[in-house]
């Protein structure tokens, strides 16, 4: 797995993960923002790495090679790992099983796994995918159609397309089923990590379910409402915000 570093002077790390159908370059109009403060790690994850034909694999194991990547090169403690969407689930698998501490675990629109029966979660994903594989064949315009309640802009969307058409099918199938079906310790590991769990205005029924399993396993979770950005909107539309937020935490 590549991984992307700025500011490597800085003593606070920070290891920022990217949702799915983009890639590390999700981060680029934060990196100017908090490279001076922090050491940032930005990792390409695997099946979205224009620099690697590997396949994603799923949550668990990027989460562990990650965990694997911190201790052999020595970090001695992460300030936070921040992760949107499928990156939230892999910033929690990371705080599960930390190897070195980490003091804040940032879930910005986080899934987490659906209590539902296996066969039903299947058909999800099953949805998901297919919906990708259209937007993949159809490209901007029905892309434009699917997030059409968001504020992206055709560039943005043109990105989105791009990206899709480097996804194999057999990373955009694992990624959501994956997502939908990780494996959280149980009982959930005691951790000193401080939790948040961060979701856009107008997001709330889309996110109801995720805020109810952390509310339930995490209750320490710190919870934070963003502006109407749509789902993983943050980084992309309002990049001096999330600079903001991730400072106040120091």
Not at 157 to 186: E, G, I, M
């Amino acid at each position: 797995m590549n991984i992307h570093e700025f500011g490597k002077e800085n003593k606070e790390t920070l290891l920022l993960i990217h949702p799915s159908i983009v890639k590390w370059d999700y981060f680029d109009y934060v990196v100017p923002l908090l490279e001076k403060k922090y050491h940032l790690l930005i990792p390409a994850l695997p099946g979205y790495d224009s620099e690697d034909d590997s396949d994603f694999t799923s949550v668990e194991q990027i989460a562990r090679d990650l965990n694997d990547w911190l201790k052999v090169k020595g970090c001695t403690e992460l300030f936070a790992v921040y992760g949107c969407s499928m990156g939230g689930s892999i910033a929690l698998m990371v705080a599960l099983g930390q190897r070195i501490p980490i003091r804040h675990c940032i879930m910005d629109g986080g899934i987490t796994p659906y209590q539902l029966p296996w066969i039903v979660t299947r058909l999800i994903a099953l949805k998901d995918y297919l919906m990708m594989m259209l937007g993949r064949a159809g490209g901007v315009a029905l892309l434009e159609k699917a997030f059409a309640t968001d504020n992206y802009s055709k560039e943005d969307l043109q990105y989105v397309a791009d990206v899709l058409k480097h996804c194999s099918r057999k990373t955009l199938w694992r990624t959501f089923d994956s997502c939908n079906n990780y494996k959280v310790p149980d009982p959930v590991p005691k951790l000193e990590t401080q939790m948040h769990y961060w979701y856009a205005k107008g997001e709330e029924t889309e996110r109801k379910l995720d805020i109810r399993y952390i509310e339930r396993k995490f209750p320490q979770t710190v919870f934070e409402i963003l502006p109407e950005l749509g789902h993983g909107g943050l980084a992309l539309l309002k990049p001096e915000l999330f600079a903001e937020m991730i400072c106040k935490l120091s």
